[in-house]
């Protein structure tokens, strides 16, 4: 009975064994290796290794290949600042053709030509030597006899080389970006008279059909900016534009002083001073200067003699000179200054022994009984001024 209980026991201890080993299979044996996984209760363990689940599966990347390391983040260049365009420079040469002599270029706004010449320009050149600055300096010129001439540029001839047709006014102009940028101021020395007022931007300078030019200059400037301000105060003030074109409807009185400067440049003098007397329009010119370089110095209307006392014509030279005369015919000239025998220049008639109050103050007209008569103080300037041995031409 004891066997029989024995036996009994431990096959209970089996089975117990056994149903504990199939219902935790992790701890059915303690030697077995520890990442054996044991198979399923209903199906036979087996030898290969537990497989985990898809969507744990660690990326292994292939035996013969190797990861290539992250390139390094690569910054675009900055590109680079556009070169600042080339400041314009504005660069100019001219020149004029004077008879019997070469003709040399003169640089931005120096004077070309002669103004001490005894002959006017025949022609005309300007070259324009700007840079950066897309544009060209055009001019014309007024022959005499001839009119103008069309426009010429980059060292053209403005003008024929002609004595006969001598270079009487021109214009110039700016063209392109360089006329919207800049403008040209312009002068010229008109025989006889000196230098005109500026011209600016293709007006007329000179005196067409009245006299010749001897010489000019031409200035560019900005038209904006410090520099433009400058040029303005300089050249386009009212004062230095006055007289820059001189015309017989714009100027008769500059006309004819002018004609009668042109008209003494071939006369010489024993003095620095000449005298015209046009006897028709009634005018006297006093010029300072030389053969051929006489320049107006005063201009002035006279009375000259009526039609039955003609003043005496031709060419005379100044003598004596005195203080009054005529107190004993009733009226008093003053300032008298004798240029032949008993023709004289001198004032108008004041009462006898005044210098106010007129008794004929008349001028411009042919009234006199052969004398030139003038206002009281041109006599007196020519009285105090004029040294003998001056040339005097009446015509």
Same mark, same amino acid.
């Given at each position: 009975?004891?066997?029989?209980?024995?036996?009994?026991?431990?096959?209970?201890?089996?089975?117990?064994?056994?149903?504990?080993?199939?219902?935790?299979?992790?701890?059915? &044996?303690?030697?077995?290796? @520890?990442?054996?996984?044991?198979?399923?209760?209903?199906?036979?363990? $087996?030898?290969? #290794?537990?497989? *985990?689940?898809?969507?744990? +599966?660690?990326? $292994?990347? *292939?035996?013969?290949?190797?990861?290539? #390391?992250?390139?390094?983040?690569?910054?675009?260049? #900055?590109?680079?600042? #556009?070169? *600042?365009?080339?400041?314009?420079?504005?660069?100019?040469?001219? /020149?004029?053709?004077?008879?019997?002599?070469?003709?040399?270029?003169?640089?931005?706004?120096?004077?070309?030509?002669?103004?001490?010449?005894?002959?006017? &320009? +025949?022609?005309?050149?300007?070259?324009?030597?700007?840079?950066?600055?897309?544009?060209?300096? /055009?001019?014309?010129?007024?022959?005499?006899?001839?009119?103008?001439?069309?426009?010429?540029?980059?060292?053209?001839?403005?003008?024929?080389?002609?004595?006969?047709? @001598?270079?009487?006014? &021109?214009?110039?102009?700016?063209?392109?970006?360089? =006329?919207?940028?800049?403008?040209?101021?312009?002068?010229?020395?008109?025989?006889?008279?000196?230098?005109?007022?500026?011209?600016?931007?293709?007006?007329?300078?000179?005196?067409?059909?009245?006299?010749?030019?001897?010489?000019?200059?031409?200035?560019?400037?900005?038209?904006?900016?410090?520099?433009?301000?400058?040029?303005?105060?300089?050249?386009?003030?009212?004062?230095?534009?006055?007289?820059?074109?001189?015309?017989?409807? +714009?100027?008769?009185?500059?006309?004819?002083?002018?004609?009668?400067?042109?008209? !003494?440049?071939?006369?010489?003098?024993?003095?620095?001073?000449?005298?015209?007397?046009?006897?028709?329009?009634?005018?006297?010119?006093?010029?300072?200067?030389?053969? %051929?370089?006489?320049?107006?110095?005063?201009?002035?209307?006279?009375?000259?003699? !009526?039609?039955?006392?003609? $003043?005496?014509? =031709?060419?005379?030279?100044?003598?004596?000179? %005195?203080?009054?005369?005529?107190?004993?015919?009733?009226?008093?000239?003053?300032?008298?200054?004798?240029?032949?025998?008993?023709?004289?220049?001198?004032?108008?008639?004041?009462?006898? %022994?005044?210098?106010?109050?007129?008794?004929?103050?008349?001028?411009?007209?042919?009234?006199?009984?052969?004398?030139?008569?003038?206002?009281?103080?041109?006599?007196?300037?020519?009285?105090?001024?004029?040294?003998? =041995? +001056?040339?005097?031409?009446?015509?």
């Amino acid at each position: 009975m004891k066997k029989t209980s024995l036996r009994k026991r431990v096959l209970s201890v089996v089975l117990s064994a056994t149903l504990v080993a199939t219902m935790c299979p992790a701890t059915a &044996l303690a030697d077995e290796p @520890a990442g054996a996984t044991p198979p399923a209760a209903d199906q036979p363990a $087996t030898d290969q #290794p537990a497989t *985990p689940p898809a969507d744990q +599966t660690p990326a $292994t990347p *292939p035996a013969d290949e190797t990861p290539e #390391p992250p390139k390094p983040e690569v910054k675009p260049k #900055p590109k680079p600042k #556009p070169k *600042p365009k080339p400041k314009p420079v504005v660069s100019w040469r001219s /020149a004029g053709k004077i008879p019997g002599a070469k003709v040399k270029y003169q640089k931005k706004g120096a004077m070309a030509g002669k103004t001490a010449s005894t002959k006017p &320009l +025949t022609y005309i050149k300007i070259k324009n030597d700007s840079k950066n600055i897309k544009g060209n300096i /055009a001019y014309k010129v007024r022959m005499a006899g001839k009119g103008w001439t069309g426009w010429k540029k980059n060292g053209q001839k403005a003008g024929n080389g002609k004595t006969k047709n @001598a270079v009487q006014a &021109l214009k110039v102009q700016l063209t392109g970006e360089l =006329g919207k940028q800049y403008n040209v101021f312009y002068r010229a020395y008109v025989v006889g008279y000196g230098w005109t007022g500026w011209g600016k931007n293709g007006e007329q300078v000179g005196a067409p059909k009245l006299a010749g030019i001897r010489a000019y200059q031409v200035k560019i400037a900005p038209k904006k900016g410090t520099a433009a301000k400058k040029a303005n105060k300089k050249y386009n003030t009212k004062k230095a534009r006055k007289n820059h074109l001189i015309t017989t409807k +714009t100027a008769s009185e500059m006309s004819m002083r002018l004609s009668m400067a042109a008209k !003494a440049q071939g006369q010489s003098s024993k003095t620095k001073w000449l005298i015209l007397v046009d006897t028709h329009k009634n005018r006297v010119c006093v010029l300072k200067g030389k053969k %051929g370089q006489w320049n107006v110095h005063k201009f002035f209307k006279c009375s000259s003699g !009526a039609p039955g006392s003609r $003043t005496v014509r =031709g060419k005379f030279t100044i003598g004596s000179r %005195g203080l009054s005369f005529g107190e004993d015919k009733g009226y008093s000239c003053w300032y008298w200054t004798q240029f032949y025998g008993n023709y004289l220049f001198h004032s108008v008639l004041y009462n006898p %022994g005044s210098k106010r109050s007129l008794q004929d103050g008349r001028l411009g007209m042919n009234l006199s009984h052969g004398c030139v008569r003038l206002a009281i103080g041109n006599a007196k300037w020519i009285n105090r001024n004029i040294p003998s =041995g +001056t040339k005097v031409w009446t015509y």
